[in-house]
């Protein structure tokens, strides 16, 4: 009897520390609310800063519903575990952040809590986020709420049980978010530590560049080892890269700059939104993006930069005709050939797709995305531009083309699958284009964010 009343106990007692210690790890206070402080207390040089700083992040683009009000919330994210929609993020004092102290936002950026206390889903990258300084944060605080506050209640999370329950999302943090994991290097360069600065803080390119695990998490060991983004494949950015012409920072910095290269090829997807908004931030900031991620491709094998040597020496000349593909060859004769065989850079012409990334891909749906809906021309700019064939093409024939394009503008062997591949692209699309008000792929002027 006296055993039992003994092991009763001890249960009792690992049970009752069990939960304090996950009330302790899960819990974090609320903090207190503030009257919003009006537009006008906060510097404008501040406020310009963290204008320039929203921009880098990409903040617009994930807080936006498309067609919208800017910052008010409501874009859907999906994920594995289900859709999570983003906050509203305007100075709002119902529905948005009016009423958070710059306290309050500092932790959100830094540890993913809001102010009411309650963890947010890692959607939001504050574990990039957790790098940014005490003055890029005041700076980022000024600029939003100094935006014109919009009423727009949270839409619920579409969220399975158990994804649903944020208190495991203290676990999650517990064995990912980690403070303190990049730090400048004192034997580089002020510009590559910028760099590195922006690319693992608020630019945050491996969230998207990164391959994830089974929780969610990035696969810190595949670091820019490619992911996905919205139904777009996000190409590896490090000596994995599938580029048939090795990156390096001079042409990394033309393309985050102009959104094209014409050893590369054409930003498209969210990789278009993102080079929209890196517009609008310094040159130096832009460079230094660059050369630090130069360095994550290294230098290339000598045998890879022989053979980009000579495809860069044939670009502009008739390549070799695919055997076997007279179908192939009829399509890309009559739908992509005027553009692409006249040996003009754009956006008088195509770019030549022995250079493209995309058909180099392990994966083509970036290649089929941009044969859909095509290239839209950026205002006041001489920007790419290409119809889309969606309503010309049916399945069979773009998966016949994109054989044709696979056998002759790679070495890499057929992709597989395409019929299957390009009929959910398709439905993807059409999905999207009956939700939103504004084409995803259309690059967005920075300046139109502040407008009412």
């Known amino acids: 009897m006296v055993s039992s009343r003994i092991i009763v106990a001890v249960v009792a007692g690992i049970v009752v520390a069990g939960a304090s210690a996950a009330f302790a790890v899960t819990w974090r206070s609320p903090v207190a609310a503030i009257d919003p402080p009006a537009p006008g207390s906060f510097d404008p040089a501040l406020v310009r800063r963290g204008r320039t700083l929203a921009a880098a992040g990409n903040c617009a683009d994930c807080h936006t519903l498309r067609g919208g009000k800017d910052f008010a919330g409501g874009f859907p994210v999906p994920t594995p575990f289900g859709t999570i929609y983003s906050s509203n993020i305007t100075a709002d004092p119902q529905t948005g952040i009016g009423r958070w102290p710059e306290s309050a936002f500092r932790r959100a950026m830094r540890s993913g809590v809001d102010r009411d206390g309650r963890h947010l889903y890692p959607t939001f990258p504050y574990d990039h986020f957790i790098n940014v300084t005490d003055e890029d944060n005041r700076a980022l605080y000024a600029y939003l709420m100094t935006r014109q506050p919009v009423r727009a209640a949270a839409r619920r ?258 992709w597989t699958g395409l019929e299957k591949i390009v009929a959910d692209a398709r439905r993807t699309q059409t999905v999207f284009l009956n939700t939103s008000a504004e084409p995803y792929d259309a690059p967005v002027d920075p300046a139109q964010r502040d407008r009412p």
């Open 157 to 414: 999370n579409e969220l399975p049980f158990p994804y649903n329950q944020r208190f495991l999302i203290a676990g999650w943090k517990l064995l990912f978010l980690h403070r303190g994991e990049w730090r400048p290097d004192p034997a580089r360069s002020a510009e590559y530590n910028r760099g590195g600065y922006l690319v693992e803080g608020l630019a945050h390119c491996g969230a998207c560049h990164t391959p994830r695990n089974a929780l969610g998490a990035e696969r810190k060991s595949a670091q820019f080892s490619g992911g996905a983004s919205d139904n777009w494949v996000a190409y590896a950015i490090n000596a994995q890269s599938p580029s048939p012409v090795p990156w390096d920072a001079d042409a990394l910095y033309i393309y985050l700059r102009q959104g094209w290269h014409p050893d590369h090829g054409v930003a498209r997807g969210p990789m278009a939104q993102v080079v929209a908004n890196l517009s609008s931030i310094p040159d130096g900031d832009v460079h230094a993006i660059a050369v630090y991620m130069a360095e994550k491709f290294g230098a290339p094998a000598p045998d890879r930069q022989r053979r980009a040597d000579e495809l860069r020496a044939q670009a502009g000349s008739p390549s070799p005709q695919a055997v076997n593909e007279t179908a192939g060859a009829a399509i890309y004769a009559a739908a992509c050939g005027v553009c692409h065989d006249i040996g003009r850079p754009p956006p008088y012409g195509g770019i030549d797709l022995r250079l493209s990334t995309g058909i180099s891909n392990p994966d083509p749906r970036n290649v089929i995305n941009t044969i859909l809906s095509g290239l839209r021309p950026v205002e006041g700019e001489r920007s790419p531009i290409m119809p889309g064939f969606a309503a010309s093409m049916d399945d069979a024939q773009i998966a016949t083309l994109l054989n044709y394009l696979r056998a002759r503008f790679s070495n890499q062997p057929a």
